[in-house]
C-alpha cells in the first residue's frame, strides 16, 4: 500500500474507481437531487437506450415507484454521487420525475411533527 | 426486506409527501450505528468523495487514478409512520476528515441527534459545534455504555456548554424505546424550535 493511503481505517473503504460508469464525471448536470428526493419513471414514454448504461436502466426499473434517491444508492450499492450523476442523465432526456418532498422549514403546518412524534411512539 | 422497498412512500393521491431528515452524530464508536439498527433495519449508503483538497479542480479521472477519491460508508434507516410521511436516518461520518459530506446531509434536515460517550466527551465537541454554528436542532443524548461512569445531564450539558435550550437525554442506544425515544425527544424538540420560528416571524 502507498505511504499516502496507509491512514486508511475501517471508516474509509476500500478505494474503488466507481466513476467509470459516469464516464469520468463527478458532478452532475443542473440542480444536484436531494438525498431524500423522491424519484418516479415517466410513465409510456418509449425509451432511447442509446447512450444508456445498464446502471441508468436499472435505476430506471426500481424507479417506477416513486423511490427516494438513499433507496436507489443504498439498493444499487453504487457511491451517492454516482447515483446522482446518473440520475441527472435520465432527468436531462426526460424519463424520471424528480420530487423534492416538503422541508421541515417549509411544512403548512407544524403540528405534523406531532403525528411524526406520536407514530414513533406506536413503534 | 422489512423496511426496504419504496412502496409504502409516495402514493398517496393528492398529498405532497413529507420526509423528515434527522442526522445521527457523534465521535466514532459513540453507538451511531447501534441507535440506527435499533429502531429500523439499517442499510449502507456509499459516497465517493475526495481523500483530501488535492482532487478538488483536478481533473476527475485523473483524480481517481491517483486514488484521491475514497468511499465513505454511512448508515442509512427509513421508518414509514404511515403513507406521504418518512422518517430518513443518516449516521454520519465519524472522523472529521470527511466533514467535507455533512453540508449535503445537514441540508433540509429536521435536526440532529449528537450521541454522546462520557469517556470521551470531548469527540462530540465538533458535532456540537457543527450544529450550533448552522442553528440545526439537535438533542445530545448521552449513550450509557456499562462500565462507564454515570453523569447526570446537568454534568453533560455543563461539559458541553449546552444552550438551556437544547435537550441532554440519557439513552441506551441498543435499546429499541430508548433509541425511539431519543428521536422523539429531538422532534417534539424541531416542534418547538419550528413554533418558536413561526411565532416571532422569522425561520428557525
Keep these: 500500500m502507498a505511504k499516502e493511503d496507509q491512514w486508511l481505517d475501517e471508516e474509509a ?23 431524500i ?34 433507496d436507489l444508492a443504498a439498493d444499487l450499492d453504487l457511491p451517492l454521487g454516482v447515483i446522482q450523476i446518473l440520475l441527472a442523465d435520465l432527468r436531462a432526456r426526460s424519463l424520471i420525475s424528480v420530487h423534492h418532498p416538503t422541508l421541515p422549514a417549509q411544512l403548512p403546518d407544524p403540528r405534523i411533527l406531532k403525528e411524526v412524534a406520536d407514530g414513533l411512539r406506536r413503534l | 426486506m422489512a423496511s426496504g422497498g419504496s412502496e409504502a412512500y409516495g402514493r398517496g393521491p393528492g398529498e405532497a409527501p413529507v420526509a423528515i431528515k434527522i442526522l445521527i ?17 439499517i442499510r449502507a449508503l456509499r459516497t465517493e468523495e475526495p481523500l483530501s483538497g488535492l482532487g478538488a479542480g483536478m481533473d476527475s479521472l485523473d483524480g ?16 414509514t409512520i404511515r403513507d406521504n410521511l418518512v422518517i430518513y ?24 441527534v449528537v450521541l454522546a460517550d462520557t469517556r ?30 454515570r453523569y447526570r445531564p446537568e454534568d ?13 437525554v440519557l439513552c441506551d ?7 425511539r425515544d431519543v428521536l422523539i425527544a429531538l422532534i417534539e424538540h424541531a416542534h418547538w424550535r419550528l413554533q418558536r420560528a413561526r411565532a416571532a416571524g422569522t425561520h428557525a
Excluded at chain 1, 41 to 63: F, I, N, W, Y
Design chain 2, 25 to 41: 452524530a457523534g465521535g466514532f464508536g459513540a453507538g451511531k450505528t447501534t441507535l440506527v439498527s435499533a429502531v429500523t433495519e
Design chain 2, 64 to 79: 481517481v487514478e491517483q486514488k484521491t477519491m475514497t468511499t465513505v460508508a454511512m448508515d442509512f434507516g427509513r421508518i
Design chain 1, 13 to 35: 473503504g476500500p478505494v474503488v474507481r466507481p466513476y467509470a460508469v459516469t464516464r469520468g464525471r463527478t458532478r452532475p448536470t443542473g440542480e444536484v437531487i436531494d438525498l
Design chain 1, 37 to 70: 428526493a423522491l424519484v418516479t419513471a415517466v410513465r409510456g414514454v418509449e425509451v432511447d437506450t442509446v447512450g444508456l448504461d445498464p446502471e441508468h436502466l436499472a435505476l430506471l426499473r426500481m424507479c417506477r415507484l416513486p423511490a427516494s434517491v438513499a
Design chain 2, 173 to 179: 442506544a441498543r435499546q429499541r424505546s430508548s433509541a
Design chain 2, 156 to 168: 453533560v450539558r455543563s461539559a458541553l456548554d449546552l444552550d438551556p435550550e437544547v435537550p441532554v
Design chain 2, 89 to 112: 436516518l443518516f449516521g454520519t461520518p465519524g472522523q472529521e476528515r470527511f466533514w467535507f459530506m455533512w453540508d449535503e446531509l445537514a441540508s433540509g434536515a429536521l435536526g440532529a
Design chain 2, 120 to 149: 470521551r466527551l470531548a469527540d462530540c465537541f465538533p458535532s456540537v459545534d457543527f450544529f450550533e454554528r448552522r442553528r440545526l436542532p439537535f438533542v445530545v443524548a448521552v449513550n450509557c455504555f456499562e462500565g462507564a461512569r
